[in-house]
């Protein structure tokens, strides 16, 4: 890389790779993870104390189904757990921490 960047430009710049790198990871950053509603719904219920199968119901879903929503949010988010998934939706702005309402 250098030895082209001498041969092209007639100079080298050692920042030029970091500068490309840096812009890199600035827009895998920016981008948005695409969900279906169906996953964003599955998610904010996630996000709680709900147990899957309790999700199932108020989803009106099949365990199996809520599974699926499981797994491709794992990939999604590149995580393995659902404390991983719901860090990175907190992260991604996905999903907000609320205060209790009083008297909960």
């Keep these: ?6 041969y092209h430009k007639g100079h080298y710049n050692s920042d030029h ?3 490309n790198y840096s812009k890199l990871v600035a827009n895998n950053e ?8 169906k996953e964003k719904e599955f998610l904010v219920l996630a996000c ?7 999700i199932a119901g ?9 599974d699926g929503y499981r797994e491709s949010l794992f990939k999604k988010f590149n995580v393995q757990s659902r404390t991983g998934m719901a860090l990175e939706a907190i992260r991604k702005g996905l999903v907000k ?3 209790p309402l009083s008297g909960s």
């Design 1 to 6: 890389m250098a030895l082209n960047q001498i």
């Design 17 to 19: 790779h970091l500068l």
């Design 30 to 37: 920016s981008e948005k993870t695409h969900l279906t509603e």
């Design 48 to 54: 709680s104390d709900k147990t899957y199968r309790q």
């Design 58 to 66: 108020i989803m009106k879903l099949s365990e199996r189904t809520i």
């Design 97 to 99: 921490i609320s205060e």
